[in-house]
């Protein structure tokens, strides 16, 4: 009981702050969206590792798109932490249903945790350990976007959780379409911006479907991946600076004006 009561004093206490303050700043929506009736003004910015320069480029997308049209087996990613926030063993629930419908693919995982041993284990168990590589953690910026750039054909987002993820604006950067669960932090950038593509359901196998259905339409891939790097490539570190310097700049100047300053 002491905990729910914690919890309760504490929300009241950050809307009572939310209501005093001259606006908020959130990442990406979950907070921004929660706050809608009780602040002033909001800026919701798009937390990103991407430096200008990184994201992928035209040569990457004729490449991307000559790559899905010839029907190539696809190339799926899930990168994060390997542990239970992440549900990491769905992945190897995705792939069987994969498996089970005939698609082509390779599963690239990157990143450790606790779950990493056991999702090895049931990939095994499944008879897909070829399917499979197991990169651990690697670089972002040495490793892990010049492979999203170059040989990723779609990152599949078995995130139930829906708390704001780094990942998405990153693979969609790369050029990478993000095809996920229909968490909350999905849904909102789908909401805001008409970008990423959800299954019906936060279910393996009805992501697995999804998944199924874009190998057997590549026009529709490709559609999806150009829909998604338009947006992405504009989501870089410098960018999410700029929007939060301009916003409180802004907050400021208004400020000086009420009280005759300027």
């Known amino acids: ?3 729910v009561v914690w919890t309760e004093r504490e929300k009241w206490r950050q809307i009572r702050d939310v209501k005093e303050a001259a606006g908020i700043q959130s990442n ?12 002033r003004d909001r800026l919701a910015f798009i937390d990103t590792r991407i430096r200008e320069g990184e994201q992928g480029d035209d040569n990457d997308m004729v490449a991307r798109k000559d790559r899905y049209l010839a029907g190539e087996p696809l190339h799926l990613c899930f990168s994060g932490r390997l542990d239970p926030m992440k549900s990491p063993l769905d992945i190897a629930e995705i792939a069987r249903g994969l498996e089970r419908r005939g698609v082509p693919f390779h599963y690239s995982v990157f990143g450790d945790g606790p ?10 168990e499944y008879g897909l350990a070829d399917a499979f590589t197991f990169h ?10 010049p492979m999203m750039r170059k040989t990723i054909d779609m990152f ?7 708390d704001t993820s780094t990942s998405y604006p990153e693979m969609m950067a790369a050029g990478v379409p993000v095809v996920s669960y229909p968490n909350p932090a ?16 936060i279910e393996p196998d009805v992501l697995a479907e999804t998944v199924a259905g874009l190998h057997h339409n590549r026009a529709r891939l490709w559609e999806f991946a150009e829909r998604d790097h338009a947006w992405g490539r504009h989501q870089t570190i410098g960018a ?11 907050h400021r100047d208004r400020y000086h004006r009420a009280m005759g300053w300027a």
């Open 136 to 145: 651990g953690f690697v670089d972002l910026h040495e490793t892990l976007l």
């Open 240 to 250: 999410a600076h700029q929007r939060r310097i301009d916003h409180v700049l802004e």
């Open 156 to 162: 599949v987002g078995n995130h139930r959780q829906g």
């Open 28 to 39: 990406q929506f979950a907070t921004y969206d929660y706050f809608e009736k009780y602040a």
């Open 115 to 124: 779950l990493k041993a056991p999702l090895e284990d049931k990939v095994r």
């Open 1 to 3: 009981i002491g905990g």
């Open 186 to 201: 999905v849904q909102a950038l789908k909401h805001h911006f008409g970008v990423t593509t959800h299954a019906s359901a």
